[in-house]
């Protein structure tokens, strides 16, 4: 069953994994080469991310369907398993 869930711990290496394919997929888009994501980038991002939203009480949720975590693109979608 798919649900909508705050974010745990356990999803960051999840979520870490799926914002590098998402950067990846951002450059492929960017036909001018102006797009450059650091090989680090996604552990940078998803981490500043999760510092941000302690800090400013904010909140993060993920979309969870038989222990997998989602993320949406236009025509197709990619999951890992934790």
Avoid: H, P
């Avoid at 001018?32 to 552990?43: C, L």
């Avoid at 993060?60 to 222990?67: L, S």
């Amino acid at each position: 069953m798919l649900k909508i869930r705050k974010f745990k711990d356990k999803d960051r290496k999840a979520t870490i994994f799926l914002m590098k394919e998402f950067g990846e997929y951002i450059e492929q888009l960017d036909e001018m080469n102006r797009t450059d994501f650091a090989s680090n980038g996604s552990v940078y991002f998803t981490d500043r991310l999760i510092k941000k939203t302690k800090t400013k009480n904010g909140r993060i949720f993920v979309c969870e369907e038989d222990n997998k975590i989602w993320i949406y693109r236009w025509l197709y979608s990619y999951s890992i398993k934790r």
